[in-house]
């Protein structure tokens, strides 16, 4: 399976602000934080997400920048949750201290291996809230290790 195919993803509202609470919490203490996106498609060329969660995570500062841990076995409670509900994990959401970009770190140890999954990057620790939803940088991944910035004819839509 990948989501290659897919043109546009829905964003329920309710998942922007359930994603942005930990990245904002995190980002007081100066830390970065992940939340996974859960959601499906039907065939067609529409993915929506339906479920935020946060894993258990392991965040570190030191003069080399930040850093976010997940462990094998955290992911895979990520996975098999997401897999009873009949969902599949393709978005990570992160927190960065300034810029939202992919960094070389973003692009070499993602947390997303689905073709076609989306990770987006949150600026200032998304402070500013839902209101700089179009600020985030948003990326889809083409092959292992290789993220590109999302296509403008790919749709991004948050919904109520």
Do not use: C, K
Request: negative net charge; aromatic residues 12%.
């Amino acid at each position: 399976m990948t989501l290659d195919h897919v043109e546009e993803f829905i964003v329920p509202r309710t998942l922007v602000s359930r994603t942005l609470r930990p990245l904002q919490a995190a980002g007081r203490g100066g830390y970065e934080a992940f939340v996974l996106w859960g959601g499906r498609t039907d065939g067609s060329a529409t993915f929506r997400f339906e479920e935020a969660y946060v894993p258990r995570q392991t965040s570190t500062r030191s003069e080399r920048g930040l850093l976010v841990v997940i462990e094998g076995a955290e992911l895979f409670r990520v996975n098999r949750d997401f897999y009873s509900h009949g969902l599949v994990l393709a978005g990570q959401v992160h927190s960065h201290p300034t810029d939202a970009y992919h960094s070389a770190t973003d692009d070499e140890f993602p947390i997303i291996t689905l073709r076609g999954g989306l990770s987006a990057v949150v600026p200032d620790f998304g402070s500013g809230g839902e209101r700089r939803f179009d600020e985030w940088a948003w990326y889809r991944l083409a092959r292992t290790g290789e993220w590109a910035p999302v296509m403008p004819e790919t749709t991004i839509r948050v919904v109520e």
